[in-house]
RNA sequence: UCCGGCAUAGCUCAGCGGUAGAGUAGGUGGCUGUUAACCACUUGGUCGUUGGUUCGAAUCCAACUGCCGGAGCCA
């Protein structure tokens, strides 16, 4: 006798057959003509399974009786069409197992609405809720779409080390990865903390980017892409920040500011595409009680062509434009959160990448422009959640590269072997970060970032 | 980190100086192919923590902790 997934089982009834069900209970309702309605729940879809337990079964007094939402039961029986009007199949079970029983008095989730900050207290259960079990496979729809978009596109999935020496300057404060004292650890003759001393004889620190380890392998295997997590310390408290998150970064060579930005826009309506296409009825449940744009807010960017924009017309624009912005526009200013919502609700309502920012905005290695004044930098920003990514042609002239590096009292020594890239076969070369939980959020409309990851890690919060 | 708001029953909230409330969940009984089931009765709380003001504090004040919204930093 088959285990179906519920999704399965709704998906093609196999009528009249017996087969078995796994679950939680999601409610029980009984009757007093002899049975009880149990909804079961499996995770695999949003739609429950409605289980027909008769009084005469017999644990029904000692088992079923006691079931409430949390329960884990196997249902054995037939399926047939239900009477009912809200599901078009049910089972009458035959037997009932109960793996474990579920203590409704202290259990967090209840029948009624429990709000998303109280679920976040319960992350290790929330997954049992019709929003977090979509958002769960949302994301996995979406990560599994990554991987099939670069794959599609002959990328090289690469793996970059999680624990590093070097701080891809300026992508944000690090956490500290140490085996020293905390307590009395070694100093030097100036009273420092003598990392020397330490597991890696440097200074070690978790991630924040992948990307110049994705250049290294760029320049050699082509195109790359790395998809993994990624640690910023910054005391960052909003419903777009995690100190831990995902991060997709492709990284190309032979490739310029232009296909960078190609290579963007084609990458997210894929995303796009795929939630539309294969998450449906999940994506149903965000419009109608999460969010009733999003739906479609997604096929109008799957349909529309993203607008690029220079920096340099970026604030023309917003210098002639009518709205009260807090921080004034001139050019060198780093857009705003209100300037970039101008941008892409007001101006255009659909994507834009600004290219070309001021050089003394960004990090070393993006490529300078002939002008001397700005770099080949591009930022993709969405309406309503702002910058989801941020990339670049990098510099492969050498003698520019050192220039940057000295004008901004980098040291040399650190960087060798990427300053290597360049003496060994430089090529042009392009990428670009994308936050992934950003996606995931845009993609369900979710608004705070700490619902669209299992178990967010932010500023005082490193639970489960 | 800055600005603003919030913290009361398992959950969602009301009460805003004078003995702690509702809905819902749980329990008991009734009724019913139900589906946010329904009807009656009922259990349940050191009002976030610490200090202060007051005859008296859930209520006013301060600090702390946490959460929420906005901003900065960024993806």
């Known amino acids: 006798m088959p285990n179906l997934r519920i999704a399965d089982l709704l998906a093609t009834p196999p009528l009249d057959a017996t087969c078995s069900v796994n679950g939680w209970v999601r409610t029980r309702r009984d009757s007093k003509g002899g049975f009880s309605f149990i909804e079961i729940n499996d995770g695999s879809c949003m739609a429950n ?21 949390g329960s884990a039961i196997r249902a054995t029986g037939v399926l047939t069409g239900s009477e009912g009007q809200e599901q078009a199949v049910e089972m009458k079970a035959a037997e009932i197992h109960v793996y474990g029983f579920c203590d409704i008095l202290s259990y967090p989730l209840q029948k009624q609405r429990v709000s998303l900050e109280r679920l976040r207290e319960a992350a290790h259960l929330r997954v049992r809720t019709n929003t977090f079990g979509a958002v769960a496979r949302v994301r996995n729809i979406l990560s599994f779409a990554t991987h099939r978009f670069f794959q599609e596109r002959q990328f090289l999935y690469l793996n970059t080390p999680i624990i590093t020496c070097s701080d891809c300057e300026g992508a944000g404060q690090m956490f500290r990865v140490s085996t020293l004292d905390p307590d009395k650890p070694p100093r030097d003759k100036q009273g420092n903390v003598d990392y020397s001393q330490d597991f890696f004889s440097e200074a070690a620190s978790l991630t924040v980017s992948g990307q110049l380890e994705a250049e290294a392998y760029a320049c050699g295997a082509s195109r790359v892409y790395t998809f993994g997590p990624t640690f910023r310390a910054e005391n ?44 449906e009825e999940d994506l149903a449940f965000f419009n109608k009680r999460i969010d009733k744009t999003v739906i479609e807010t997604l096929s109008h960017i799957v349909d529309t062509p993203f607008h690029r924009l220079p920096y340099t017309e970026a604030i023309e624009l ?23 919502r101008y941008l892409t609700e007001t101006a255009f309502s659909q994507p834009v990448a600004v290219t070309d920012y001021p050089r003394t905005l960004k990090p070393f290695y993006m490529r300078c422009n002939d002008d001397g004044k700005t770099v080949a930098a591009m930022d993709v920003l969405l309406p309503k959640i702002g910058e989801i990514i941020g ?32 003496r060994f076969g430089s090529v042009p070369h392009a990428g670009f970060g994308l936050g992934f939980e950003r996606v995931v959020q845009f993609a369900t409309g979710m608004a705070n970032i700490r619902d669209v990851i299992p178990f967010p890690r932010t500023p005082h919060n490193a639970r489960f």
Request: proline share 4%; glycine share 4%.
């Open 49 to 69: 399974l409605q289980v027909i337990a008769d009084a005469g079964l017999p644990n029904y007094e000692t088992a079923v009786a006691k079931l409430h939402p």
């Open 236 to 279: 960052s408290n909003t419903p777009r920040h995690l100190a831990e998150f995902w991060m997709v970064e492709p990284e190309v060579a032979f490739c310029d500011l232009a296909g960078d930005v190609d290579l963007a826009e084609e990458y997210l309506k894929y995303l796009f595409k795929a939630v539309l296409d294969e998450c």
């Open 318 to 340: 917003l210098g002639k434009a009518d709205a009260d912005f807090e921080f004034p526009v001139s050019w060198g200013i780093d857009l705003q959160t209100e300037h970039e």
């Open 391 to 422: 990339g670049s042609q990098r510099e492969e002239r050498l003698d520019v590269l050192l220039e940057r590096m000295h004008e901004l009292d980098m040291d040399e020594d650190e960087y060798s072997w990427y300053v290597d890239l360049r």
